[in-house]
């Protein structure tokens, strides 16, 4: 699939807080060399917790909606998931159920443990679930490994 044909969701925390922000937005700078950002907006470093849309005018159902609708178009799911978030689980969880490629990045480093319903669900014999433990220094080498095993 050409880079420009492909869709990635990617996924980080809002919410559950914004320490990473900026993590998210060099991470989705990687991902547009293998595709089209539906969810660019979780980079914005102005991006609040309590402004999950950059517009205070979105109702959470319209923001549960629309997140779905991108997550259906998505042809992998790319999620950062060193800060625990509700939402980020809560995608991953869809795009399980929609049976979609899932990355997940992880940063040992921050002295927080991984959910075992994470860790655990990395898939032992495909390449459809996936959990990468890493540092900042090796995004661009594991999305290009990720992206070359996936179509």
Wanted: with cysteine; charged share 30%.
């Amino acid at each position: 699939m050409a880079a420009t044909a492909r869709h990635i969701y990617f996924a980080g925390s809002i919410r559950g807080g914004r320490t990473d922000a900026e993590l998210y937005g060099r991470i989705i700078n990687h991902l547009q060399r293998y595709g089209t950002v539906l969810t660019e907006h979780v980079g914005d470093p102005n991006l609040k917790e309590e402004d999950s849309t950059g517009e205070k005018t979105h109702k959470d159902g319209y923001i549960h909606d629309r997140d779905i609708e991108w997550l259906q178009r998505a042809d992998v799911l790319v999620a950062e998931v060193t800060q625990p978030s509700l939402g980020v689980g809560y995608e991953i969880g869809r795009a399980v159920e929609m049976r979609k490629r899932i990355l997940c990045l992880f940063r040992p480093e921050s002295g927080k443990r991984l959910s075992a319903m994470i860790r655990g669900a990395q898939s032992k014999d495909n390449n459809c679930f996936t959990v990468k433990d890493y540092t900042e220094d090796q995004v661009a080498t594991i999305l290009q490994e990720y992206f070359q095993q996936t179509p």
